[in-house]
T-cell receptor
């Protein structure tokens, strides 16, 4: 089955530690996205990538980093500079380029908490 | 001004009621529009795309008003299982990011 796989489902971070959230898709989608959602709040865009080896900052990129070395993979690193990382992290992908009317599809998310 | 604005609700309606949500967007050149549904502690899932002529999927009807720059979602004959948060999504450009509204919370009670 095609889809987006996020791992782990739950993650705990110690103070001063970097952690990496995995996102893999086998939909052959060009674009991939990372969002953060806090309780009772909307989605906020962290980073997005429209093509391999290229990515753009979203609205809240500080304290996060990404890479896009392969089309199917877009890992997110939450660095120690992100002082309030506790949130629900969602990865999404979208068939982009010529198909501009395509929606995003989401993975089932990673819940990150501070120890 | 935000790209997408939604009334957060909450909307509390009895089973069988008809309920409507509106969402306004700021970029008049916006290309495509969607409604997503998000259940508590779950990922958003596509409910339906919104087409210029309006479109219907069972009990759900989506409409687009380009002149006034808003989209709407109408739910008829509400079911308990419709309880969720409904997100309005706008694509302002051909490529790149989408913009999500904060969501409208709906609770259907028996």
């Amino acid at each position: 089955d095609g889809g987006i796989t996020q791992s782990p489902k739950y993650l705990f971070r110690k103070e001063g530690q970097n952690v990496t959230l995995s996102c893999e898709q086998n939909l052959n989608h060009d674009a991939m996205y990372w969002y953060r959602q806090d309780p009772g709040q909307g989605l906020r865009l962290i980073y997005y990538s429209q093509i391999v080896n290229d990515f753009q900052k979203g609205d809240i990129a500080e304290g996060y980093s990404v890479s896009r070395e392969k089309k199917e993979s877009f890992p997110l690193t939450v660095t120690s500079a992100q002082k309030n990382p506790t949130a629900f992290y969602l990865c999404a992908s979208r068939r982009d380029r010529a198909f501009s009317n395509q929606p995003q599809h989401f993975g089932d998310g990673t819940r990150l908490s501070i120890l | 001004r935000k790209e997408v604005e939604q009334d957060p609700g909450p909307f509390n309606v009895p089973e069988g009621a008809t309920v409507a949500f509106n969402c306004t967007y700021s970029n008049s050149a916006s290309q495509s529009f969607f409604w997503y549904r998000q259940d508590c502690r779950k990922e958003p899932k596509l409910l339906m795309s919104v087409y210029s002529s309006g479109n219907e999927d069972g009990r759900f009807t989506a409409q687009l008003n380009r002149a006034s720059q808003y989209i709407s979602l109408l739910i008829r004959d509400s079911k308990l299982s419709d309880s969720a948060t409904y997100l309005c999504v706008v694509n302002p450009r051909t490529l790149g990011r989408l913009y999500f509204g904060r969501g409208t919370q709906l609770t259907v009670w028996p």
